[in-house]
């Protein structure tokens, strides 16, 4: 089973579903939610070849945020995607 990084407002939404309470969120905040579940499913595949050492400098920084380096890259692509 994959995770995600959850922030600590979020920890604390989750903490409080697994315990059977409800927290309250402002519709912005449901929406702004919703949207980062829209963002971050992953429903393509992309195949590409790149220099060995850029991909090992790639994983190294995953490493150190602790994340697998494909979701690494994925959420490069994202952001540059969006700008």
Same mark, same amino acid.
């Given at each position: 089973m994959r995770t995600n990084k959850l922030s600590s407002k979020e920890k604390e939404i989750e903490n409080a =579903? =697994?315990? @059977?309470?409800? &927290? @309250?969120?402002?519709?912005?905040e449901l929406q702004e939610i919703s949207q980062a579940l829209v963002r971050r499913k992953k429903d393509a595949v992309l195949n590409i070849r790149i220099n060995s050492q850029d991909l090992e400098y790639l994983k190294q920084k995953a490493k150190k945020l602790g994340i697998r380096y494909q979701t690494f890259i994925?959420? &490069?692509?994202?952001?540059?995607?969006l700008h």
């Open positions: =579903l =697994l315990e @059977d309470k409800y &927290i @309250d969120v402002s519709k912005i994925s959420e &490069i692509l994202h952001k540059v995607a």
